[in-house]
């Protein structure tokens, strides 16, 4: 099972960018997904989460610019956002907790994409 993510780039301030992560592999389901940030010299944080179910929990400093979704058929997951600051640069990574077919639940991180936000 992998998390591959997609969509970072560069961007200039006011700018949107979409990430994608998708999982791949041998899946029965995924529960939550998560959304983390890691910025240079700073340690990661969350970011966004999304339930199987589609509830959300969203970091304030990201509250009301970005937006986390999913498609569960597709198992994949999203983070649309809008009104980009340079202080959102940072590699982004998606984490998700992966059920398999045997075996316990897997908590299985992505390689990051990198989002850079120029003023």
């Known amino acids: 099972v992998q998390l591959v993510e997609s969509g970072g780039g560069e961007v200039q301030a006011g700018g949107s960018l979409r990430l994608s992560c998708a999982a791949s592999?041998?899946?029965?389901?995924?529960?939550?997904m998560t959304w983390y940030r890691q910025a240079p010299g700073k340690q990661r944080e969350m970011v966004a989460h999304?339930?199987?179910?589609?509830?959300?929990i969203y970091a304030d400093p990201v509250k009301g610019r970005f937006t986390v979704s999913r498609d569960n058929a597709k198992n994949t997951m999203y983070l649309q956002m809008n009104s980009l600051k340079p202080e959102d640069t940072a590699v982004y990574y998606c984490?998700?907790?992966?059920?398999?077919?045997?075996?316990?639940?897997?908590?299985?991180w992505g390689q990051g994409t990198l989002v850079t936000v120029s003023s």
């Open positions: 592999g041998s899946i029965s389901g995924i529960d939550t």
């Open positions: 999304i339930t199987a179910g589609g509830n959300t």
């Open positions: 984490n998700a907790d992966v059920r398999a077919p045997v075996g316990p639940m897997m908590i299985i």
